[in-house]
């Protein structure tokens, strides 16, 4: 048995996930498992279309377009957001390890994000102040924050959690690397360029100046045994990961807050499609 950590309605909970043969052996105890199409309210034991079991969050409606019969649901699980009825089939593993809790799709918030025209927006101005400057200022992170999410209470704080996924910083990397290129700077001159100050630190007796260039090295290789936030195990980095690892992190903000439940619109739609699973619980 898996076990989600979370926060659900500014609450810490944790979530039990159970496996298709799990949901057997907790059904023996007297437990009854239901489709999670056909939840209905909190606290109610689901299995997902691949079998696995969890425990119901929340379940909100009904809903439906005016004049018509409010059919329609949002049932809350610990890994995602779904609405039922609907043609939407919900697999765990999909989900899991994503983090994004209020999504009603499996792919990450991240890979959606990055697609945002703001998203662009902002990385694109971050990553001309990186290239200007070498480091953005706070008063440089305000201004950004309010183009990259002028609806937020405090900007400057959305768009640094935004620089923290790893996503975004490869993001971040893919531009600076653009940029760089087009004022004739390529990655095999810069690392050319350290190589010959390590040398030339060694040659002077600044050992120091080329200890601090090897560390630039074994950062790029992966060799000094540090993990870059949200960054997944690879085999294998690329150059973008390499100048990805050295951006700046903000570690002192606090991860990513929760959407707002209230603030969710439900599509108005006719579609009279019901799922039926192929088994009951």
């Not at 989600?4 to 057997?24: A, H, L, Q």
């Not at 239901?34 to 929340?58: F, M, N, P, T």
């Not at 959690?161 to 790893?166: A, S």
């Amino acid at each position: 048995m898996e076990t989600i950590k979370r926060k659900f309605r500014k609450k810490n909970i944790s979530c039990p996930i159970y496996t298709p043969d799990e949901v057997k052996e907790v059904q023996k105890t007297g437990i009854s498992f239901i489709h999670w199409q056909k939840a209905r309210k909190k606290g109610e034991y689901v299995v997902d279309d691949a079998g696995y079991g969890s425990k119901v969050l929340d379940v909100m409606g009904p809903y439906g377009p005016n004049g018509k019969p409010k059919t329609r649901y949002v049932v809350y699980l610990a890994y995602c957001r779904a609405f039922t009825p609907s043609r939407m089939l919900i697999n765990y593993e999909n989900y899991k390890g994503k983090g994004d809790y209020y999504s009603t799709m499996a792919d990450d918030w991240a890979g959606r994000e990055k697609k945002n025209k703001r998203t662009k927006q902002a990385v694109s101005l971050y990553a001309s102040v990186m290239l200007e400057k070498g480091r953005a200022t706070e008063e440089d992170l305000e201004i950004i924050g309010r183009i990259y999410r002028p609806d937020q209470k405090e900007p400057k704080k959305t768009f640094k959690r935004l620089l923290k996924n790893h996503k975004i910083k490869m993001m971040v990397a893919e531009e600076l690397k653009k940029l760089l290129s087009e004022h004739g700077i390529t990655e095999g001159e810069v690392i050319s360029n350290y190589k010959n100050i390590m040398e030339d630190a060694y040659n002077n007796r600044q050992f120091g100046v080329a200890k601090n260039v090897n560390d630039i090295f074994a950062k790029m290789l992966h060799m000094d045994g540090g993990t870059v936030p949200n960054k997944p195990a690879l085999t294998g980095a690329t150059a973008d990961d390499d100048l990805a690892a050295l951006l700046p992190s903000d570690e002192s903000v606090d991860s990513m807050e929760e959407m707002d439940d209230s603030e969710f619109i439900i599509e108005n739609t006719e579609e009279n499609f019901v799922y039926e699973p192929k088994s009951d619980y």
